[in-house]
């Protein structure tokens, strides 16, 4: 079950150029890379890295999930 204290997270399907466009409600947080660069930028928004889970269903992940940040194979 989501938290409806929580604000709705959008992570895009990875561009052309690699990354993900990362939404906070209506607010663009920027190109992720990485989980690791998704956690920073929840951290700047004001969340708690710790509490934050890739898994969790208030993340919505589109075009793949928490594994994939490119548009090519390795």
């Known amino acids: ?3 409806p204290a929580r604000p709705r997270i959008v992570v895009h399907p990875p561009e ?6 990362v939404y906070v409600g209506t607010t663009s947080l920027g ?15 004001g969340l ?9 269903p208030s993340i919505e ?7 994939v940040w490119s548009t090519h194979t390795e």
């Open 1 to 3: 079950m989501t938290d």
């Open 48 to 56: 708690d890295p710790d509490d934050v889970r890739l898994e969790d």
């Open 16 to 21: 052309h150029g690699g990354g993900r466009r």
């Open 61 to 67: 992940w589109r075009g793949g999930g928490p594994d």
């Open 31 to 45: 190109i992720a890379h990485s989980a690791a660069d998704l956690l920073e930028f929840l951290r700047r928004a």
